[in-house]
């Protein structure tokens, strides 16, 4: 049995000529997977019965299987899915006005041990290859009614710069025509800053969006809320997205978890003032933290997280907060998975 997903709209019809089917055939195929997130080849309903019963034979479309759906009161859905190793991975939809969208994992697991964050408290497993991370999108669409999948972020667990060349291939196949047709400016990887991989984003022709999960603007509170830090230094990180910007003339989103009693005073919005202040095209996506048992953090007050967003305001930076959503099920990244596997 071969994954259907490996095959190009070509090689599809390669194998339907050899079989004496005509080549069109392969379009519907291509169309009832990714344009209608049909999963089942016996729902394919404008093919032969015959022709479906030798796909069946000789194709998978997903080897991913649904574990969980749970659906927060905002709207917000979470998946949990288990792989065919049986390791677990997440997603989410999040629905909003004018907008579906998916946010999807590119790593079993995460080595980069975040301490906010729920995904790195097993440690590292394995990557996703291209094919799992777009099964997740057949599966979401699949067991979601409400609507197309229109953007599509990289913020469930993994760090997707550390699984490249998989996570392109995947954006690649979400872009490409014959299959989603999402649009590249719909595409956002987040990444806590792995430097090498940002150089090499921005030596591709995608215009994707690039976020940087930075929160923090002081050398020392990074290194000890986001280890990598250590690796790749903040300020050599702040030099590469200036760099960045500048060859590809595209924002980046600076995404800013704001924790009590860490990283959310007055003088820490100040700072991110000033190391912001050289950067053309730069926006900010604050986050009030979601509190994670594990973890012992929780978000500042509303006054607090007011006046940080004010201090970036006044001084001219594009600053969105982001609503906590989906708190009642476990969405934020790898809280599900870590109830799970216990
Ligand atoms: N490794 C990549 C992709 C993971 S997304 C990266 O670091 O960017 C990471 C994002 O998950 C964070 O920027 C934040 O938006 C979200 N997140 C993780 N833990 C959270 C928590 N406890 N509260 C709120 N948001 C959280």
Same mark, same amino acid.
Request: contains cysteine; positive net charge; aromatic residues 8%.
């Given at each position: ?14 194998? $339907? ?11 519907? @195929? ?8 049909? +999963? ?110 229109? %953007? ?5 667990? *993994?760090?997707?710069? /550390? ?7 995947? +954006? !690649? ?7 989603? *047709? @999402? ?22 022709? #995608? ?7 930075? %929160?923090?603007? /002081? ?37 800013? @978890? ?9 003088? /820490? ?16 996506? #604050? ?13 500042? *007050?509303? $006054? ?11 001084? *001219? ?5 982001? !609503? ?19």
């Amino acid at each position: 049995m071969r994954d259907i997903k490996e095959l190009s709209l070509l090689e599809l019809e390669c194998f $339907l000529t050899d079989l004496n089917q005509p080549k069109y055939h392969a379009r519907q @195929i291509f169309s009832w997977i990714y344009k209608k997130f049909i +999963i089942d080849f016996d729902l394919m309903s404008d093919l032969p019965v015959a022709l479906r019963q030798r796909l069946k034979e000789s194709f998978f479309i997903t080897s991913i299987k649904l574990e969980k759906q749970q659906s927060a009161k905002d709207g917000t859905e979470k998946f949990l899915f288990k792989l065919s190793d049986n390791n677990f991975i997440e997603a989410v939809i999040i629905p909003a006005k004018g907008r579906v969208t998916a946010c999807i994992s590119s790593q079993v697991g995460c080595k980069f041990a975040c301490t906010f964050c729920a995904s790195g408290i097993k440690g590292f497993k394995r990557n996703l290859t291209h094919l799992e991370i777009i099964e997740q999108l057949l599966l979401l669409k699949n067991k979601f009614s409400g609507g197309a999948i229109t %953007h599509i972020v990289f913020m469930g667990t *993994g760090e997707p710069l /550390d699984n490249y060349d998989f996570v392109l291939k995947a +954006i !690649r196949l979400i872009n490409s025509k014959d299959c989603f *047709g @999402i649009g590249a400016r719909r595409i956002t990887i987040s990444t806590c800053g792995i430097i090498p991989g940002i150089k090499r984003l921005e030596e591709e022709d #995608l215009q994707i969006e690039l976020s940087i999960s930075l %929160h923090s603007a /002081d050398e020392d509170i990074r290194e000890q809320i986001v280890p990598v830090d250590r690796k790749y230094p903040l300020k050599e990180l702040m030099r590469i997205c200036k760099e960045y910007i500048r060859a590809t003339r595209r924002q980046i989103t600076f995404e800013y @978890i704001l924790i009590a009693g860490l990283n959310s005073s007055l003088q /820490d919005a100040q700072k991110l003032v000033r190391i912001l202040s050289g950067l053309r095209l730069v926006k900010v996506n #604050l986050i009030p933290a979601n509190p994670v048992k594990e973890l012992n953090i929780a978000p500042p *007050g509303k $006054l607090e997280i007011l006046l940080f967003q004010d201090t970036l305001k006044k001084a *001219g930076i594009p600053v969105t907060l982001r !609503r906590q959503r989906g708190q009642d099920i476990d969405a934020s990244c790898g809280q599900l998975r870590l109830k799970y596997e216990k």
